[in-house]
């Protein structure tokens, strides 16, 4: 296996005495998709959030162990620099309704004082919707703001407003589950485009979703990693009994 | 039909009309005020009374010209003191709801808002009218920024407790720190909850007459020296309005009037600007 993209090492999450995510393990390689997956209340969000340090936000939230970008712990880096390393598109889509759209796709480098030039500006909003499957359907309101979109369409500009800030590992907290069946189609399929410069992390609550857009499926419960595998083998062949018990639906 | 059907038909008939009254009967004292102030006031205003200095007693004429340039200029000064203090706890409070210093602010807030506006122009008097020596435009301006300070910053904390925790986390994990997520999401998201704070801090001292009997203290002259005693519009009703003299029960009508109606102004502005400015989320 080649070297992997980032690795977690013993981490544990707490939110005080509660122990949500209990000494997780895991290696992501380069532009793969991996799913997360496992029944409600089972740590997957709070694995997230630890990855980009938005769970030390939380009052009273701990964690401790290592998550290495290439070989770097970000929990020695600025919380700042990480999260510019790893971008994050939530469950539910959480456009800047005071900004227009093309304001909301480079809000990153606006709000953070990065002066860009009207070319590049120009460029980065066109790329970012582009590789975000919107631009077609919005280039002609770019003035407009964001919350006039539908929900859909919304997810799809914070996920283009994530991709505009370049970062190597891209993290998706269900991204569909406020959403249709089309866009939610229109999301999967864009995924598989964004995997070619990028390193994706997929929560999902849908195992026909994880089987369909990931290369590698990793099943928690109750704050544990209990399998990671190959998608294909942990659907066809999983180790664990708990496993089992969920891909066939025994509990969700 | 049932009898007992049509007796609650009625019944419920009686209760809509009762509302309606005793809603009328709210209004009614408002509107009688507004007439009478209208009736006395509106004859004394022409642009003489807005550009003239009062004239001595016996001579008929002059306005007010220097108690609008006062409330002006003593307003203006109380905001500049109190919006950027006032906005920037009102974020303190939304942003720390659990620890000592946050409560025990809330409750200063609180007691601060209860505080008879008569209290504050004393303590003002004593904290700074008597060791500057004099009374003066800016000690009122002072008194008038604390009465200020408690609807600033009461509107400026709920309107931000509103803005959903999702847009501060949207700024965080785009890698915006802290103090521009604040600035730049939370404080703009907030605009016109702050501005309407703003707006009814201001209508709502603009008329306040104690805090200024002892530090702007009043002026027959026109002045724009703030470290000197001015003119101000209540003050100037105050003081014309218990005078003996027939004309300057005059000017302290117009002087109402105008009060009054800047007053309204403010109040509509505010729902304005609430309405074209307010973020949807
Ligand atoms: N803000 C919070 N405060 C306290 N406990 C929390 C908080 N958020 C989540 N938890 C707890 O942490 C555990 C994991 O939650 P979460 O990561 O959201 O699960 P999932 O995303 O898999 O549904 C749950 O037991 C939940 O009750
Ligand atoms: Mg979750």
Redesign the interface.
């Known amino acids: 296996m080649e070297r992997p993209v980032l690795t977690s090492k013993k981490l544990n999450a707490y939110f005080g005495s509660v122990h949500a995510v209990k000494n997780v393990n895991i290696e992501i390689s380069a532009n793969n998709i991996l799913a997360i997956m496992g029944p409600s209340g089972c740590g997957k969000t709070t694995f997230l959030r630890c990855i980009n340090r938005l769970h030390e936000l939380t009052p009273g939230a701990t964690s401790n162990g290592k998550i290495l970008l290439h070989d770097k712990n970000i929990y020695d880096m600025h919380p700042v620099f990480a999260r510019l390393k790893i971008g994050m598109v939530f469950q539910r889509p959480n456009p800047f309704p005071n900004l227009n759209i093309f304001d909301n796709v480079i809000a990153g480098y606006k709000l953070n004082g990065l002066k860009l030039n009207k070319v590049n500006k120009e460029r980065i909003v066109e790329d970012s919707l582009t590789k975000a499957a919107l631009w077609k359907e919005v280039k002609d309101s770019l003035h407009k703001k964001g919350t006039f979109l539908s929900g859909g369409q919304q997810q799809r500009l914070c996920i283009a407003r994530a991709i505009a800030m370049e970062p190597e590992v891209l993290l998706l907290d269900e991204p569909t589950s406020a959403l249709d069946p089309v866009s939610t189609a229109s999301i999967e399929e864009l995924l598989h485009e964004l995997k070619k410069n990028l390193t994706i992390i997929v929560v999902t609550h849908n195992m026909q979703q994880a089987a369909r857009i990931s290369d590698r499926t990793a099943f928690f419960y109750m704050g544990a990693l209990i399998e990671y595998d190959n998608t294909k083998n942990i659907f066809t062949s999983p180790k664990d009994t708990r496993t089992q018990n969920y891909i066939t639906g025994r509990f969700s | 039909m049932d009898v007992r059907l049509k007796y609650r038909v009625v019944k419920s008939k009686l209760v809509q009309v009762l509302i309606i009254m005793l809603a009328f009967t709210i209004t009614l004292p408002l509107l009688l005020i507004i007439i009478y102030i209208f009736k006395e006031g509106i004859t004394e205003i022409n642009w003489a009374f807005l550009t003239q200095i009062p004239k001595p007693v016996g001579e008929a004429g002059g306005g007010i010209a220097n108690a609008l340039a006062g409330s002006l200029i003593i307003v203006f000064t109380a905001s500049v003191i109190s919006v950027p203090i006032g906005i920037m706890g009102g974020i303190y409070f939304s942003e720390n709801k659990?620890c000592w210093l946050s409560n025990w602010g809330q409750i200063s807030v609180d007691v601060l808002q209860g505080v008879p506006s008569i209290v504050v122009g004393i303590v003002i008097y004593f904290w700074i009218v008597k060791p500057l020596g004099g009374f003066s435009a800016f000690s009122g301006s002072i008194a008038l920024a604390i009465m200020m300070l408690p609807i600033i910053i009461r509107s400026t904390e709920e309107t931000l407790k509103l803005i959903?925790s999702?847009?501060k986390?949207?700024?965080?994990?785009?890698?915006?720190?802290y103090h521009?997520?604040i600035l730049?999401?939370i404080l703009?998201?907030g605009?016109s909850g702050i501005l309407s704070g703003v707006l009814l801090s201001i209508a709502r001292i603009a008329g306040e007459t104690a805090p200024l009997l002892f530090t702007a203290f009043g002026n027959p002259y026109f002045s724009t020296d703030i470290s000197k005693p001015m003119q101000s519009l209540p003050l100037l009703v105050f003081n014309y309005a218990t005078s003996p003299y027939e004309d300057w029960h005059k000017l302290a009508w117009g002087a109402a009037l105008i009060l009054l109606f800047t007053v309204l102004l403010l109040n509509i502005i505010t729902k304005l600007t609430t309405k074209k400015w307010n973020?949807?989320?």
């Open positions: 659990n959903p999702s847009l986390e949207a700024g965080f994990a785009l890698g915006i720190p521009r997520v730049k999401i703009p998201c605009l973020v949807q989320f």
